[in-house]
C-alpha cells in the first residue's frame, strides 16, 4: 500500500508541475518552452535548448542549457527581447538558410564519407537512414 501511494503522489506532483509545452525545432537545436507550477501552483517558464552531441566513441548525448523564468519577469523580458531582436533584424539583415549554423564546432557532428564508402553498409548493420 505504501508503494502505491508514493507513486500516486509522485504522479499528483508531475501532473500538477507540467502546465503547457511547446518545442521548436530549429536546424541542430530544439528549443522547449514548458509551462510548469510551483507548489503553490503559482507559473513559470523554463526554456531549454537542447543539442545532439556525439562523443569520439560515437555515442551521443543531449547537451541542454535552461532558462527559469518568473511571471513578475515576463514583461521586462519580453520588451528586451523584443529590443535585441529588433536590434539584430535592423542592424544585421541576412539571413541564414536553414542549413547554415551558427556553431563554431558544428562539424564535429559529421564525417566525410565517399559514397563508395557506404557499400555493403547495409549488410554490416550501419543504419544510413538520417535520424531526426
Known amino acids: 500500500m505504501e508503494g502505491e501511494i508514493d507513486k500516486k503522489e509522485v504522479l499528483e506532483k508531475v501532473e500538477r508541475q507540467e502546465i503547457f509545452s511547446k518545442s521548436l525545432r530549429a536546424g541542430k537545436r530544439t ?11 503559482d507559473y513559470y517558464l523554463t526554456i ?7 562523443n569520439k566513441d560515437g555515442r551521443f548525448h543531449y547537451e541542454k542549457h535552461k532558462i ?8 521586462a523580458f519580453m520588451e528586451y527581447l523584443d529590443e ?12 541564414l538558410d536553414q542549413n547554415d549554423s551558427c556553431d563554431d564546432d558544428s562539424t564535429d557532428e559529421y564525417t566525410n564519407v565517399e559514397f ?5 553498409a547495409e549488410s554490416t548493420g550501419v543504419n544510413l537512414e538520417k535520424s531526426e
Open 84 to 95: 535585441v531582436v529588433s536590434y539584430i533584424k535592423t542592424a544585421n539583415p541576412q539571413v
Open 116 to 120: 563508395d564508402d557506404l557499400e555493403g
Open 68 to 75: 527559469f523564468l518568473y511571471k513578475e519577469d515576463f514583461d
Open 31 to 41: 528549443y522547449f518552452f514548458d509551462v510548469k507550477a510551483t507548489r503553490r501552483n
Open 48 to 54: 531549454t535548448e537542447s543539442k545532439k552531441r556525439f
